[in-house]
């Protein structure tokens, strides 16, 4: 079993900036992609970042594109970072990491892909 717990959530104004982290523990696989989701009051749950096993390759949602930027660590690879700039109030809602069994070089877009979630990170964007 896979735990994922998320930090770095807060209230910030808009144009401001958070890192979110996630730190796996528990019975890992031998190589997993990490992703990150978000769901809003009312909206589904939606695709913002994910990256690979490696760390060297990433995808991003259109809306996160040149404002936030995945990575993990690169010594043990069991913690992720979403670095989040430039926030807008749309950006408001609950951030979730997820973590899908995976070849090195792959990362997933679909929350289907995804075998583990967090519990969540609030994240809201005041204007």
């Known amino acids: 079993q896979v735990q994922l717990t998320e930090s770095g959530g807060g209230l910030v104004q808009a144009g401001g900036s958070l890192r979110l982290s996630c730190a796996a523990s528990?019975?890992?696989?031998?190589?997993?992609?990490m992703g990150w989701f978000r769901q809003a009051p009312g909206k589904e749950r939606e695709f913002v970042a994910a990256?690979?096993?490696?760390?060297?390759?990433?995808?991003y949602a259109d809306s996160a594109r040149g404002r936030f930027t995945i990575s993990r660590d690169t010594a043990t690879k069991n913690t992720g970072y979403l670095q989040m700039n430039n926030l807008k109030p749309e950006d408001t809602a609950l951030y979730y990491c997820?973590?899908?069994?995976?070849?090195?070089?792959?990362?997933?877009?679909?929350?289907?892909?995804?075998?583990?979630w967090g519990q969540g990170t609030q994240v809201t964007v005041s204007s």
């Open positions: 997820a973590a899908a069994p995976a070849t090195s070089r792959t990362y997933y877009y679909t929350s289907g892909r995804y075998t583990y």
């Open positions: 528990g019975r890992t696989f031998s190589s997993y992609a």
């Open positions: 990256i690979n096993w490696m760390g060297d390759s990433a995808g």
